[in-house]
């Protein structure tokens, strides 16, 4: 099992900031791409950001020079710092993790997209 576990979202005012966090646990035997996803009301899950475990980084359009993502040195963490928020940032955002683990009962290596319970983002204007 592995579990993602966000934090850091809110109400904040147009114009401002926000840093969301998420932590990978579990039976992990490696990451490789940690992203951002968001979904707001009656519209689909959307991609905010993504980052390799190399730091290669990836921006939907709308966040590009606004939102930045990070992963933690010990790459099971990854972060969203989030500025010049707008009232169309508001959703829920969605962190995700490609894992690899490890099926001890086949001794073999499995994929697994993992995904946390999300955090509300709330963008007053």
């Known amino acids: 099992q592995v579990q993602l576990v966000e934090s850091g979202g809110g109400l904040v005012q147009a114009g401002g900031s926000l840093r969301l966090s998420c932590a990978a646990s579990?039976?992990?035997?490696?990451?490789?791409?940690m992203g951002w996803y968001r979904q707001a009301p009656g519209k689909q899950r959307e991609l905010v950001a993504t980052?390799?475990?190399?730091?290669?980084?990836n921006y939907a359009d709308s966040v590009k020079g606004r939102f930045t993502i990070s992963r933690g040195s010990a790459k099971n963490t990854v972060y969203l710092q989030m500025n010049s928020l707008k009232p169309e940032d508001t959703a829920v955002y969605y962190c995700?993790?490609?894992?690899?683990?490890?099926?001890?009962?086949?001794?073999?290596?499995?994929?697994?997209?993992?995904w946390g319970q999300g955090t509300l983002v709330t963008v007053s204007s």
């Open positions: 980052i390799t475990s190399d730091g290669v980084k």
């Open positions: 579990g039976n992990i035997f490696s990451i490789t791409t």
């Open positions: 995700n993790a490609d894992c690899r683990t490890y099926n001890s009962g086949t001794a073999a290596f499995e994929a697994l997209a993992a």
